[in-house]
Protein backbone atom coordinates (compact mmCIF):
# COMPACT_ATOMS: atom_id res chain seq x y z
CA UNK A 1 0.00 0.00 0.00
CA UNK A 2 1.13 2.76 -0.99
CA UNK A 3 1.92 5.47 1.67
CA UNK A 4 3.92 9.23 1.72
CA UNK A 5 4.76 10.80 4.69
CA UNK A 6 5.77 14.95 5.03
CA UNK A 7 8.83 15.87 6.99
CA UNK A 8 10.28 19.75 7.82
CA UNK A 9 10.24 22.32 10.11
CA UNK A 10 6.78 23.38 11.75
CA UNK A 11 8.45 26.79 12.18
CA UNK A 12 10.06 29.06 9.25
CA UNK A 13 10.68 33.18 10.01
CA UNK A 14 9.25 35.15 7.74
CA UNK A 15 11.23 36.06 4.81
CA UNK A 16 12.96 32.61 5.05
CA UNK A 17 12.39 29.29 3.07
CA UNK A 18 10.13 26.77 4.03
CA UNK A 19 11.46 23.36 2.59
CA UNK A 20 9.65 20.17 3.45
CA UNK A 21 10.18 16.59 2.12
CA UNK A 22 7.47 13.79 1.12
CA UNK A 23 9.33 10.01 1.27
CA UNK A 24 7.22 7.76 -0.59
CA UNK A 25 6.89 4.02 0.13
CA UNK A 26 5.22 1.15 -0.70
CA UNK A 27 5.92 1.52 -3.94
CA UNK A 28 8.10 3.63 -6.61
CA UNK A 29 8.25 7.30 -7.55
CA UNK A 30 10.04 6.22 -10.55
CA UNK A 31 6.54 4.92 -11.90
CA UNK A 32 5.63 6.02 -15.10
CA UNK A 33 1.91 6.80 -14.64
CA UNK A 34 1.98 9.17 -12.16
CA UNK A 35 3.24 12.55 -11.00
CA UNK A 36 3.95 13.83 -7.47
CA UNK A 37 2.71 17.21 -5.98
CA UNK A 38 1.98 19.26 -3.28
CA UNK A 39 -1.19 20.65 -2.00
CA UNK A 40 -1.35 23.25 0.93
CA UNK A 41 -4.64 24.67 3.24
CA UNK A 42 -4.33 27.28 5.18
CA UNK A 43 -6.30 27.22 8.86
CA UNK A 44 -9.65 26.68 8.30
CA UNK A 45 -9.76 27.29 4.45
CA UNK A 46 -9.98 25.41 1.41
CA UNK A 47 -6.99 23.45 -0.57
CA UNK A 48 -4.28 24.78 -2.99
CA UNK A 49 -2.70 23.58 -5.83
CA UNK A 50 0.95 24.20 -5.43
CA UNK A 51 3.03 22.51 -8.03
CA UNK A 52 4.21 19.12 -9.68
CA UNK A 53 6.40 16.52 -10.50
CA UNK A 54 7.22 13.65 -12.81
CA UNK A 55 10.23 11.26 -11.96
CA UNK A 56 12.17 12.36 -14.97
CA UNK A 57 12.09 16.29 -13.44
CA UNK A 58 9.51 17.85 -15.40
CA UNK A 59 8.24 20.22 -12.70
CA UNK A 60 4.56 22.20 -13.47
CA UNK A 61 3.63 25.11 -10.54
CA UNK A 62 0.44 27.01 -10.07
CA UNK A 63 1.04 30.15 -11.79
CA UNK A 64 0.34 32.49 -8.13
CA UNK A 65 3.66 30.64 -6.76
CA UNK A 66 5.83 29.82 -9.35
CA UNK A 67 8.41 32.69 -8.88
CA UNK A 68 8.56 31.52 -5.00
CA UNK A 69 8.47 27.65 -6.05
CA UNK A 70 10.91 24.95 -6.21
CA UNK A 71 9.89 21.21 -6.54
CA UNK A 72 12.39 19.00 -6.80
CA UNK A 73 12.73 14.77 -6.89
CA UNK A 74 15.26 12.09 -5.62
CA UNK A 75 14.67 8.84 -7.19
CA UNK A 76 17.41 7.06 -5.31
CA UNK A 77 15.75 8.17 -2.22
CA UNK A 78 12.08 7.89 -3.57
CA UNK A 79 11.53 11.57 -2.46
CA UNK A 80 10.13 14.63 -3.42
CA UNK A 81 10.55 18.20 -2.09
CA UNK A 82 9.42 21.55 -1.72
CA UNK A 83 10.77 25.29 -1.05
CA UNK A 84 9.25 28.08 -1.09
CA UNK A 85 11.13 31.09 -0.61
CA UNK A 86 10.28 34.62 0.98
CA UNK A 87 7.45 33.41 3.41
CA UNK A 88 4.80 34.88 4.84
CA UNK A 89 2.49 34.46 7.07
CA UNK A 90 -0.11 33.96 4.79
CA UNK A 91 1.71 30.78 3.58
CA UNK A 92 0.66 29.43 7.02
CA UNK A 93 -1.02 26.03 6.76
CA UNK A 94 -1.39 22.22 6.48
CA UNK A 95 1.11 21.28 3.81
CA UNK A 96 0.30 17.92 1.99
CA UNK A 97 2.08 15.62 -0.69
CA UNK A 98 0.16 13.76 -2.72
CA UNK A 99 0.58 11.30 -5.82
CA UNK A 100 -1.19 12.50 -8.76
CA UNK A 101 -2.84 10.42 -11.64
CA UNK A 102 -2.32 11.77 -15.30
CA UNK A 103 -6.04 13.04 -14.71
CA UNK A 104 -4.82 15.13 -11.79
CA UNK A 105 -6.50 13.50 -9.02
CA UNK A 106 -4.58 13.17 -5.99
CA UNK A 107 -4.64 10.02 -4.38
CA UNK A 108 -2.94 8.94 -1.64
CA UNK A 109 -2.24 12.02 0.35
CA UNK A 110 0.32 12.08 3.50
CA UNK A 111 -0.92 12.90 6.93
CA UNK A 112 -0.30 16.42 6.23
CA UNK A 113 2.32 18.80 8.03
CA UNK A 114 1.40 22.26 9.90
CA UNK A 115 3.95 25.07 8.94
CA UNK A 116 3.52 28.24 11.05
CA UNK A 117 5.12 31.23 9.76
CA UNK A 118 6.28 33.84 12.35
CA UNK A 119 9.19 35.46 14.19
CA UNK B 1 -11.77 29.88 -16.06
CA UNK B 2 -10.29 26.83 -14.30
CA UNK B 3 -12.29 27.94 -10.89
CA UNK B 4 -14.73 25.52 -9.41
CA UNK B 5 -17.12 26.45 -7.23
CA UNK B 6 -19.29 24.73 -4.76
CA UNK B 7 -21.84 25.82 -2.21
CA UNK B 8 -20.32 26.93 1.56
CA UNK B 9 -22.59 24.70 3.14
CA UNK B 10 -25.42 22.13 2.96
CA UNK B 11 -27.62 19.85 5.79
CA UNK B 12 -29.23 17.02 5.18
CA UNK B 13 -32.02 14.74 7.69
CA UNK B 14 -30.42 11.39 8.85
CA UNK B 15 -30.65 8.45 6.43
CA UNK B 16 -31.74 11.24 3.90
CA UNK B 17 -30.40 12.17 0.12
CA UNK B 18 -28.08 14.87 -0.21
CA UNK B 19 -26.63 16.05 -3.52
CA UNK B 20 -23.43 18.18 -3.23
CA UNK B 21 -22.72 20.01 -6.81
CA UNK B 22 -19.54 21.32 -8.10
CA UNK B 23 -19.46 24.33 -11.03
CA UNK B 24 -17.10 25.20 -13.37
CA UNK B 25 -16.04 25.32 -17.19
CA UNK B 26 -13.28 22.53 -16.80
CA UNK B 27 -15.96 20.41 -15.87
CA UNK B 28 -17.55 20.03 -19.17
CA UNK B 29 -14.12 18.27 -20.89
CA UNK B 30 -12.89 16.34 -17.34
CA UNK B 31 -14.73 14.53 -14.92
CA UNK B 32 -14.44 15.66 -11.04
CA UNK B 33 -12.98 13.95 -8.40
CA UNK B 34 -15.01 14.08 -4.93
CA UNK B 35 -12.38 14.22 -1.56
CA UNK B 36 -14.45 14.00 2.36
CA UNK B 37 -12.46 15.58 4.56
CA UNK B 38 -12.83 15.07 8.70
CA UNK B 39 -11.14 17.47 11.11
CA UNK B 40 -7.50 17.37 11.69
CA UNK B 41 -7.20 14.72 8.46
CA UNK B 42 -6.08 14.50 4.99
CA UNK B 43 -8.39 14.17 2.47
CA UNK B 44 -10.15 11.25 1.08
CA UNK B 45 -11.27 10.35 -2.32
CA UNK B 46 -14.61 9.14 -2.46
CA UNK B 47 -15.35 9.35 -5.98
CA UNK B 48 -13.16 9.90 -8.93
CA UNK B 49 -13.69 9.41 -12.74
CA UNK B 50 -17.22 8.96 -14.75
CA UNK B 51 -18.73 7.27 -11.30
CA UNK B 52 -15.92 5.01 -9.69
CA UNK B 53 -15.23 4.52 -5.82
CA UNK B 54 -12.05 3.44 -4.30
CA UNK B 55 -11.70 0.27 -2.07
CA UNK B 56 -13.73 0.53 1.05
CA UNK B 57 -15.78 3.74 0.31
CA UNK B 58 -19.31 2.80 0.49
CA UNK B 59 -21.63 2.88 -1.74
CA UNK B 60 -24.08 5.62 -0.76
CA UNK B 61 -21.67 7.84 -2.20
CA UNK B 62 -22.21 8.34 -6.41
CA UNK B 63 -21.14 10.59 -8.59
CA UNK B 64 -22.85 12.39 -11.64
CA UNK B 65 -22.24 14.83 -14.09
CA UNK B 66 -24.05 16.94 -16.76
CA UNK B 67 -23.09 19.84 -18.52
CA UNK B 68 -20.97 22.35 -16.28
CA UNK B 69 -21.82 20.69 -13.42
CA UNK B 70 -20.30 17.49 -11.22
CA UNK B 71 -22.71 16.15 -7.98
CA UNK B 72 -21.56 13.86 -5.43
CA UNK B 73 -24.69 12.13 -4.61
CA UNK B 74 -24.64 10.36 -0.49
CA UNK B 75 -27.98 8.48 -1.01
CA UNK B 76 -28.75 7.61 2.82
CA UNK B 77 -26.46 9.99 4.74
CA UNK B 78 -25.09 8.60 7.95
CA UNK B 79 -23.70 10.67 10.99
CA UNK B 80 -20.00 9.75 10.34
CA UNK B 81 -20.68 11.42 6.89
CA UNK B 82 -20.72 14.87 7.87
CA UNK B 83 -17.35 16.36 7.12
CA UNK B 84 -15.93 18.73 4.26
CA UNK B 85 -16.12 17.69 0.63
CA UNK B 86 -14.39 18.88 -2.02
CA UNK B 87 -14.42 18.27 -6.04
CA UNK B 88 -11.44 18.55 -8.25
CA UNK B 89 -10.82 18.64 -11.33
CA UNK B 90 -7.84 19.90 -13.88
CA UNK B 91 -7.62 22.91 -15.77
CA UNK B 92 -6.24 23.46 -19.17
CA UNK B 93 -2.68 22.48 -18.42
CA UNK B 94 -3.53 19.21 -17.20
CA UNK B 95 -2.62 20.80 -13.81
CA UNK B 96 -5.58 20.36 -10.37
CA UNK B 97 -7.95 22.60 -9.01
CA UNK B 98 -9.91 22.68 -6.34
CA UNK B 99 -13.40 23.84 -5.76
CA UNK B 100 -13.89 25.83 -2.77
CA UNK B 101 -15.29 23.37 -0.24
CA UNK B 102 -18.59 22.01 0.98
CA UNK B 103 -19.11 21.57 4.73
CA UNK B 104 -21.74 18.85 4.82
CA UNK B 105 -23.95 18.70 8.19
CA UNK B 106 -26.01 15.16 8.96
CA UNK B 107 -28.55 16.44 11.26
Known amino acids: QLQLQESGPGLVKPSETLSLTCTVSGGSISSSSYYWGWIRQPPGKGLEWIGSIYYSGSTYYNPSLKSRVTISVDTSKNQFSLKLSSVTAADTAVYYC???????????WGQGTLVTVSS | SSELTQDPAVSVALGQTVRITCQGD??????ASWYQQKPGQAPVLVIYGKNNRPSGIPDRFSGSSSGNTASLTITGAQAEDEADYYC??????????FGGGTKLTVL
Open chain 1, 98 to 108: ARLSINATPDP
Open chain 2, 88 to 97: NSRDSSGNPV
Open chain 2, 26 to 31: SLRSYY
